[in-house]
């Protein structure tokens, strides 16, 4: 089996990586080539026994999306994008890379003439205010921010290839990925992952919104897990809702800071400073607080029960279980 | 005021135009000037006391949206597109006019640096099966055809340059529009308009589907007005969600018959012939059949309150009153 992964140098693209490289098989078939590009170059995969070819690739470039399908992958991991706060703030680098990035890829497969499966990362920001309680699979798309609304076209374009069978698509609508690990990203949302990161390393985190803000988490070991299990999935699985909100645990930031407490003790809960950021508190206001991931579930998705088990494995997969105290 | 029209000579936009002039006015301001543009070039209109400019434009042509628009028209009604039979035969087509076209034009307005009222004409195509027993204005965007994902495409981006405050969008969601004078198009949904005008003006209609089909309508005289009402709407009363499902006559295919015969007698209504037709019951199997349209209701939209309403409409306004017994 051939795989491309695009976004591949990014964290979830590293961890899948090191999650398919680790099975060495994918649906039950041998994984004997990788193909990782991302707009710098991705790093060569530890300890894979098949052919790994790395390039540096932006599909929103002429030939590109071309090219990267020019040996026809069987399965496609679509995670390339440029991020919820870079996306607002450059509006044209988010279309060019967001939306023209994923249409050149399912046009290059569409002329290609071959029909692989391909797996996209979309978001919970296609959702927008004002919300019902929870919100449902068939909850409407009006998205809030320019980022959410590529996700959601994005989506629909997927949906409409599928549909016309030119490929097997699934969109997988991620919620919030928390504990993300490594420097902050320009994701809006990295408040959420530096308030647990930052103490757990022993140094201090900005909080940019009120302990009331309430939104739906998973961990990056489940993100990996979500896009694995989605590629075993089929069409008559799918049916023609082939776009799938994902599960994850629902809590408020308040809720974070006493499971942060919890786990790792009071002095590292006490290193979070409380710094009002107008900008983010306006884009989260916009986004899903709880996520009803019933057709997800029902298809075998899973994510972590409680916040508690979302620190817990950032501790044991990035901090080798331990604590700085 | 300037007023630019695309589709300018499709059968809506020559209603329209009729409108506009006999108005001489849109929310109050005189109109002074008419951009006229379409595929195949639009007739002058007659009687009209400004500066009418009519040209052949292909909005997905390079640099022609900017040219549509150089001249800065304070109002837009943006009616061109590819109808939903063509969309689902010539793929690209459908995406290069219907998606790239609509695109261009924003994004010329965006480049432009101005802020025109945008009214955008989408569907009920944008909802797709399986259905709740009638479909409320937050009902999720599940496309079954190209042309719907089109239209829905078009949706987020209208509403993403809105809240950016590029330009004042509105999109209203057309139910089919019955009857629809002259020759038969390529719509999917021709033939809901044939099986009321062909009889009516002596001649033998073919019906492809079964009298158990529900649908809902409006009036090419319904659709004009619904342009008119989202030009005067303001940005507070449309709120953020600025895509709205236009209200309509909920029927079955039986029922327009029998309306039909009750308006003009059973030979009229004995010239429909059945011929069903596999393509067109499964496009309209997609298809919303009832429209609970309470937004737009309650932001002053108003249509025809029954079918036999719909047929007089079209003996009044295109047969001179008059029918061929």
Same mark, same amino acid.
């Given at each position: 089996?051939?795989i491309?992964?695009?976004g591949?140098?990014?964290?979830?693209?590293r961890?899948?990586?090191?999650?398919l490289?680790?099975?060495?098989?994918l649906?039950g078939?041998?994984?004997?080539?990788?193909?990782?590009?991302?707009?710098?170059?991705?790093?060569?995969?530890?300890?894979?026994?098949?052919? !790994?070819?790395?390039?540096?690739?932006?599909?929103?470039?002429?030939?590109?999306?071309?090219?990267a399908?020019?040996?026809?992958?069987?399965?496609?991991?679509?995670?390339?994008?440029?991020?919820?706060?870079?996306?607002?703030?450059?509006?044209?680098?988010?279309?060019?890379?967001?939306?023209?990035?994923?249409r050149?890829?399912?046009e290059? &497969?569409?002329?290609a003439?071959?029909?692989p499966?391909?797996i996209?990362t979309?978001?919970?920001?296609v959702?927008?205010?004002?919300?019902?309680?929870? &919100?449902?699979?068939d909850?409407?798309?009006t998205?809030?921010?320019?980022?959410g609304?590529?996700? $959601?076209?994005?989506?629909l374009?997927?949906?409409?290839?599928?549909?016309r069978?030119f490929?097997?698509?699934v969109g997988i609508?991620?919620?919030?990925?928390?504990?993300?690990p490594?420097?902050?990203?320009?994701?809006?949302?990295?408040?959420?992952?530096?308030?647990?990161?930052e103490?757990?390393?022993?140094?201090?985190?900005?909080?940019?919104?009120?302990?009331?803000?309430?939104?739906?988490?998973?961990?990056?070991?489940? $993100?990996?897990?979500?896009?694995?299990? $989605?590629?075993?999935?089929?069409?008559?699985?799918?049916?023609?809702r082939?776009?799938l909100?994902m599960?994850?645990?629902?809590?408020?930031?308040g809720?974070q800071?006493?499971?942060?407490?919890?786990?790792?003790?009071?002095?590292?809960?006490?290193?979070?400073?409380?710094?009002?950021?107008?900008?983010?508190?306006?884009?989260?206001a916009?986004?899903?607080?709880?996520?009803? !991931?019933?057709?997800a579930?029902?298809?075998?998705?899973?994510?972590?029960?409680?916040?508690?088990d979302?620190?817990?494995a950032?501790?044991?997969?990035?901090?080798?279980?331990?604590?700085?105290?």
């Amino acid at each position: 089996m051939h795989i491309l992964i695009t976004g591949a140098a990014g964290m979830i693209g590293r961890k899948l990586i090191a999650r398919l490289v680790k099975d060495g098989q994918l649906n039950g078939q041998t994984i004997d080539q990788l193909t990782l590009i991302d707009v710098v170059t991705p790093e060569k995969p530890v300890g894979f026994a098949g052919m !790994a070819e790395t390039s540096i690739s932006d599909l929103s470039s002429a030939g590109a999306a071309t090219q990267a399908i020019a040996k026809k992958p069987d399965v496609i991991f679509h995670l390339a994008g440029v991020v919820s706060g870079e996306a607002e703030i450059d509006f044209e680098k988010g279309y060019r890379v967001n939306l023209d990035g994923t249409r050149a890829l399912l046009e290059a &497969i569409r002329v290609a003439g071959y029909k692989p499966k391909v797996i996209f990362t979309s978001s919970i920001a296609v959702y927008g205010a004002p919300f019902s309680d929870s &919100i449902a699979d068939d909850f409407h798309l009006t998205p809030l921010t320019s980022y959410g609304t590529q996700k $959601a076209i994005c989506e629909l374009l997927l949906a409409d290839y599928t549909r016309r069978d030119f490929l097997d698509g699934v969109g997988i609508r991620l919620p919030t990925i928390c504990v993300r690990p490594g420097k902050p990203n320009k994701a809006a949302s990295g408040f959420f992952s530096g308030i647990i990161r930052e103490p757990l390393a022993g140094q201090e985190a900005l909080l940019p919104v009120s302990n009331t803000v309430r939104h739906t988490h998973a961990s990056p070991r489940a $993100a990996v897990g979500f896009l694995i299990h $989605a590629a075993s999935l089929t069409r008559v699985q799918l049916g023609p809702r082939i776009n799938l909100a994902m599960p994850g645990v629902s809590c408020t930031v308040g809720e974070q800071v006493e499971a942060l407490r919890r786990v790792a003790g009071d002095k590292v809960a006490g290193r979070i400073r409380r710094e009002p950021d107008e900008l983010v508190q306006r884009i989260v206001a916009g986004w899903a607080e709880r996520i009803d !991931a019933k057709r997800a579930c029902d298809l075998g998705f899973t994510a972590e029960a409680t916040f508690d088990d979302i620190i817990r494995a950032h501790i044991a997969d990035e901090l080798g279980g331990k604590i700085v105290a």
